[in-house]
């Protein structure tokens, strides 16, 4: 195909992409949306709050801002 018709083609299936708008399914938008009711997120664990599983990397800095040495 010569480079023409390659870029034809590109821009036929680019103004198809760009104009598509398919029907949107209300129901099912609803159903995920949970019918609008409020959801609580799950409590957080705040046992290891400010530690991550990094090695060690920042376990200075956390004892350092915990004693209060950050005035």
Do not use: C, F, I
């Not at 959801?39 to 664990?45: I, K, L, T």
């Amino acid at each position: 195909m010569g480079r023409g018709r390659q870029k034809a083609k590109q821009t036929k299936v680019a103004r198809e992409l760009k104009y598509y708008s398919p029907s949107t399914d209300y129901d099912a938008l609803q159903r995920e949306l949970g019918h609008g009711e409020y959801r609580q997120s799950p409590p957080v664990d705040d046992t290891d709050a400010g530690r991550d599983d990094d090695g060690g990397e920042y376990d200075e800095y956390a004892d350092w801002a915990s004693n209060g040495r950050h005035h």
